[in-house]
């Protein structure tokens, strides 16, 4: 049976994006494979973080992968910091890793913007991602486009290591949907819709109410015909209601193309804004019962157990081979 790991950051708001470009796509993997999803709190200390919110939204994440459908007795769910291995793991992938590869990554670059004020964390951080997914020699690794990069440097740490150590780890493949695999801003179609973007306008919570959703949607920013097309080049915002709307309803963009032939903007707009708002109901719903309860302090610590069992081999194997 294929393994496959994916994690999420429990900072902010968890919107869209996340949702249609990993969350969602995670669900169907739990039948068909051996699944590891992890709230990647470790990740989250690379900027400052209040420590009581930090330790509230990692439970709250793991609410909302349970509320979106994951079940924790087909696959292991836990907090990245409640197996130490991750960060045993990390520290010894920085030791393979090169300055030169950490500094080409885009997602620093644009995070960091320069400034030498940020953590040595930020920079190091897919060192330890890489380590998330080569502990539990993940063959597949569901996520959205931007972390192609951050892949692909995982794969390059796990050859590195094999040549230089001898074999150790399995070689991850990203999995990166075709269509959703890059939600973009609302507000600014011409970059991919963010926890971190400066207006609220940008993106659409997966707790946010019926109304703010409506009205996010009808303020969406499109172009100046009125013709719905799916060109992301040309025409980033109607294209970017039609990935939602086709991520969703599973129908074909090319489809939904032909059925609003003809028809305005303002209703392609509400229309996404009705199938966001049913398909997130059901999840805040449950989201909401899951909070009130205790049962997910203990869903993860079961999962933080069956992380340790399933990385324990490959850190023993790491430590051994590299001397230690
Ligand atoms: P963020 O990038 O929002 O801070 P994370 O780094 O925790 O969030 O990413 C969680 C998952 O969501 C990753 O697989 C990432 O690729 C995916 N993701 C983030 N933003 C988007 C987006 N706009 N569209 C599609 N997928 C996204
Ligand atoms: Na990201």
Redo the contacts with the bound molecule.
């Keep these: 049976m294929a393994r496959v790991f994916?994690?999420?950051?429990p900072?902010?708001n968890?919107?869209?994006?996340?949702?249609?470009?990993?969350?969602k796509r995670f669900i169907p993997l739990q039948e068909e494979a051996e699944s590891f999803f992890c709230v990647?709190d470790l990740?989250a200390l690379t900027v400052p973080r209040d420590p009581e919110d930090l330790r509230k939204k990692t439970v709250e994440l793991a609410a909302l992968y349970v509320a979106a459908g994951l079940d924790p007795e087909k696959a292991t769910l836990f907090a990245q910091s409640h197996n130490p291995h991750h960060a045993e793991a990390g520290w010894l992938l920085q030791c393979v890793t090169r300055m030169g590869e950490l500094s080409r990554m885009t997602q620093f670059k644009d995070k960091s913007q320069g400034s030498d004020s940020v953590t040595a964390g930020l920079f190091t951080y897919p060192a330890l991602m890489a380590g998330d997914i080569l502990l539990y020699q993940a063959d597949e690794v569901?996520?959205?486009?931007?972390?192609k990069q951050h892949l692909e440097l995982a794969r390059d740490l796990a050859e590195r290591f094999n040549r230089q150590y001898g074999e150790t780890f399995t070689i991850p493949e990203p999995r990166i949907?075709e269509t959703?695999?890059?939600?973009?801003?609302l507000d600014n179609p011409e970059k991919?819709?963010?926890?971190?973007a400066a207006s609220e306008a940008n993106f659409i919570g997966l707790l946010e109410d019926e109304k703010s959703i409506v009205k996010k949607f009808k303020r969406a920013v499109t172009d100046s015909e009125n013709d719905i097309r799916y060109d992301p080049e040309k025409k980033p915002g109607v294209s970017n209601l039609l990935s939602i709307m086709s991520v969703i309803t599973g129908k074909p963009v090319q489809t939904l193309t032909e059925e609003y032939q003809g028809k305005g903007y303002g209703h392609l707009k509400v229309d996404t804004a009705e199938v966001v708002i049913q398909e997130l109901k059901p999840i805040q719903e449950r989201f909401r019962e899951l909070t009130q309860t205790g049962e997910i302090e203990e869903v993860l610590a079961k999962g933080a157990e069956k992380a340790r069992a399933a990385s324990e081999k490959t850190m023993a194997r790491m430590k051994e081979v590299m001397g230690l």
């Design positions: 994916s994690g999420m950051q900072t902010g968890l919107h869209l994006g996340n949702y249609l470009g990993a969350l990647v990740h569901p996520v959205g486009e931007d972390q949907g959703g695999a890059r939600i973009m801003g991919k819709m963010s926890k971190s």
